[in-house]
């Protein structure tokens, strides 16, 4: 079992940065990867940033590609996403996620089988 702390969201204006923190801790040595996702308010979660645990390739969806970025350190098993060039429409809460099985990518939401918490990052134009 993995578990997952997320923090740093919060409040910003449109065009300011963020950056995101999910420590884990417990069982991490059967990860394919580990990301973020978000959810708005009535809308699905969706695919934010992974990366492959193994390679550390990096992967974004389309909406943040260019504007924000997934990182890790090892040391601390602590994932990071830095938000920069923030927009209103990426309000929502955002959630760290394990990757524990893989059906052929590395963002398709059904082989993320821990989460975190979330925390709620907010944008204000």
């Known amino acids: 079992q993995v578990q997952l702390v997320e923090s740093g969201g919060g409040l910003v204006q449109a065009g300011g940065s963020l950056r995101l923190s999910c420590a884990a801790s417990g069982h991490t040595f059967s990860t394919y990867a580990m990301g973020w996702f978000r959810q708005a308010p009535g809308k699905e979660r969706e695919f934010v940033a992974t990366?492959?645990?193994?390679?550390?390739?990096?992967y974004y969806s389309d909406s943040v590609k260019g504007r924000f970025t997934i990182s890790r350190d090892n040391t601390k098993n602590t994932l990071y996403l830095e938000m920069n060039s923030l927009k209103p429409e990426d309000t929502a809460v955002y959630y760290c996620a394990v990757q524990s099985h893989y059906s052929g990518s590395y963002s398709n939401i059904k082989d993320f089988g821990s989460w975190g918490q979330g925390t709620q990052v907010t944008v204000s134009s």
């Open positions: 990366m492959d645990w193994i390679r550390s390739k990096t």
